[in-house]
C-alpha cells in the first residue's frame, strides 16, 4: 500500500482506536459490527467511521456492518502493527523502567528491543529482559538493531541533543514522553504523550 | 452551568486538546485564532471546532474567529480546570513515581496531593512532597483530604479491589493506568490510559 502521509493524524489515531475496540469486541465473541455501533463505542458518529475507512478502500458490507476480526486484521495491515515493531527506549529513570514493564505493550505484541541510559550504574544491568546499553552507543546499536521507533523518557534538558543523535541514526517516528517541544525535521514524526491531557477531561466530570 | 452529561465524551477529550493548542499559543504571543485554524492544529475540520464548542455556548466572533486568551478561559471553566483539582494515587510502583514527580502535570497546574501504597518500607516516606500513605487508611483520606480525582497505577490483580474501596469513599472520576477493566456503575467515569495506542498510530509512519 501507498503511505499517504495526507491522511489526517486524527484519522490514523482513530484507526488504533477502532482495533482496540474490535479487539474488546473479539475478546467478548461478537462476530460483526456496524459503523453506528462503532462510532458510538469511540463517541463519532458512522459518518465518521465510514470516512476514516474509506481513505484506506472498501470494507464492510452496506446495511449488514464489518466482521469484526476481518475488520481488525485489515486495520492493522494498514497500521502495520501485524508484523512485530522494533522499539528502543531512551532514559530507564522511574517512566522509562515502568514503559519497559508495561503488560499493555506487551499485550499489544509490542517489544522494547533496546534501552538506554548514561548512568553508569545502570548500564550494563538487564530491565525486564532488556540490557540498559550505554547511551555512547546509542547510533550504532539503533542501526544493528533496526530500530524503527524510539521512545524518549529524559529529562527535559537532554532531550533535544539526544533527539538529533538519534535523527542521526535514521529514525523517523519519536513518542516522546518529555513534556516539550522537540525540533525535527518536517519527515520526521514526533507523537507526544501529555498525560496531563486525561486529567482534564476528568475534571469536567467530577461531582 | 448544568453538567449536561450527554455530551459526547470525545466532545469533552477535545476541548482539553483544544485548550493545550490555545496554551501553547499564548506561550507564541499569538492573539486570535479561527476555528479552521484551531482544527487544523488538532487535525479536524471547522466545523468540528464550531460544534463542539456550541454544545457550551456562544463563543467567537463570526468572520473574526476566537482570542486566543478569553477561549481558553472559557474552556478551563468548562471543564473546571480554573481551580485547584485534587489528585489521589495509589501504587508508588515505577509508573506511580512517574507521575508524581512528573512535570507535565505541575505546567498545568494539577497537584496529587495524596499518595498511597501497602508496601511498609515505602509508606511514610516523602516522594515530591506528597507523603506516602497506608493504603490502609485509604477511604479515611480520601474524605478528609476531598480528593476528586484517582489515579491508578496497581497492580493488574488488586485494582478491582481498589476501585471498589475508592468508589465506597464516594469518588466518581478515576483514571487508570492499569491495563484492565474496571468495573464501576453507570454514575462512575473511568478514563483509560492506554500507552500502547501510541505505539500503535507511530507505526503507520514508520519508513
Redesign the interface.
Given at each position: 500500500m501507498e503511505?499517504n502521509?495526507k491522511i489526517?493524524?486524527?484519522?490514523?489515531?482513530r484507526?488504533?482506536?477502532y482495533?482496540?475496540i474490535l479487539q474488546n469486541l473479539e475478546i467478548k465473541n461478537v462476530q460483526k459490527v456496524s459503523s453506528k455501533e462503532l462510532g458510538e463505542l469511540?463517541?463519532?458518529n458512522s459518518a465518521q467511521v465510514r470516512k476514516d475507512l474509506a481513505y484506506f478502500g472498501q470494507f464492510g458490507v452496506p446495511g449488514f456492518g464489518y466482521y469484526v476480526s476481518e475488520l481488525r486484521s485489515e486495520i492493522k495491515k494498514?497500521?502495520?502493527?501485524d508484523r512485530p515493531?522494533k522499539?528502543g527506549l531512551i532514559g530507564v529513570?522511574?517512566?522509562g523502567?515502568?514503559?519497559l514493564?508495561?503488560?499493555?505493550?506487551k499485550?499489544?505484541g509490542?517489544n522494547i528491543i533496546a534501552a538506554f541510559d548514561n548512568d553508569k550504574r545502570k548500564i550494563g544491568r538487564r530491565q525486564n529482559n532488556v540490557i540498559i546499553e550505554d547511551i555512547e552507543n546509542l547510533e550504532k546499536i539503533i542501526r544493528e538493531k533496526e530500530i524503527?521507533?524510539i521512545?524518549l523518557t529524559v529529562p527535559?534538558e537532554k532531550a533535544q541533543e539526544i533527539t538529533d543523535k538519534v535523527l542521526s541514526a535514521g529514525i523517523?517516528?519519536?513518542?516522546n514522553f518529555v513534556?516539550t517541544r522537540l525540533i525535527v525535521p518536517d519527515?520526521v514524526?514526533v507523537?507526544y504523550?501529555?498525560?496531563?491531557?486525561?486529567?482534564?477531561?476528568?475534571?469536567?466530570?467530577?461531582?
Open positions: 503511505r502521509l489526517p493524524k486524527a484519522v490514523i489515531k484507526l488504533s482506536l482495533s482496540r469511540l463517541g463519532v494498514i497500521l502495520r502493527t515493531i522499539i529513570g522511574n517512566l523502567t515502568a514503559l514493564s508495561y503488560t499493555g505493550f499485550k499489544q509490542f524503527e521507533i521512545i527535559v523517523t517516528t519519536i513518542l513534556p519527515y514524526k507523537h504523550v501529555d498525560l496531563s491531557i486525561e486529567i482534564e477531561s476528568l475534571s469536567f466530570y467530577v461531582k
